[in-house]
């Protein structure tokens, strides 16, 4: 369904089961940083992990490695996520979604499949969606019950570069310009 400007590593599975094996656990030492929920932190290596995209393909995070990844945790029943959405298309996407360097994976938390498709129609957007069943994602880069509306900014060595809770327009650009560097 989704057009991907980033090639996966996995290929569509016959299980649907979208695990999270060969997970790398957070920084232990990572501090939450202005109480934002995170349990990493700038500087680390992202956690790893493997999730089955809307369209059934199979991706693994270290797979995309030599690639910018941008990660954003989101859900349907969030009314910030709705309104950050359309930027991310809009601002991100659509500028970068040819950039063979640049990968964006939105990452819907713990909802089913139809449910995250309607979700997708209705924020207009384009961009690759993932299930998080349970929220296990999730909770390897943040607290299992903070609050969603989070972008992780991946360089190409797989080391977090920016983390973003909540939808702030200053921060929002700052993402960009740092996006737009790294894929340069």
């Known amino acids: 369904m989704f057009l991907l400007s980033c090639s996966f590593a996995g290929k569509k599975e ?13 920084s232990e030492e990572a501090e939450d940083v202005g109480g ?7 500087g680390d ?3 790893d992990f493997t999730l089955r995209l809307t369209d059934g393909e199979t991706f693994k995070l270290s797979a995309l490695r030599g690639k910018v990844v941008m990660l954003q945790f989101t859900a ?5 996520c709705r309104r950050e959405m359309p930027f991310i298309e809009r601002d991100i996407w659509q500028k970068h979604k040819d950039n063979s360097s640049f990968c964006l994976v939105g990452i819907d938390r713990d909802e089913p499949l139809d449910k995250v498709l309607t ?4 924020t ?19 607290e299992r019950d903070a609050g969603i509306t989070r972008n992780v900014i991946i360089n190409p060595e797989g080391r977090i570069t ?3 809770r909540l939808y702030n327009e200053e921060e929002f650009n700052e993402m960009k ?3 737009g560097k790294l894929v340069k």
């Open 14 to 26: 016959q299980k649907a089961d979208a695990g999270t094996e060969n997970q790398t656990p957070a």
């Open 36 to 42: 934002r929920g995170y349990i990493v932190k700038v």
């Open 45 to 47: 290596m992202a956690p």
């Open 76 to 80: 349907s029943w969030c009314s910030v």
């Open 119 to 122: 979700f997708a129609g209705q």
């Open 124 to 142: 207009g957007i384009t961009y690759p969606m993932a299930l998080d069943p349970g929220g296990d994602v999730f909770a390897l880069y943040a």
């Open 162 to 164: 920016m983390l973003t």
């Open 177 to 179: 310009q740092i996006i």
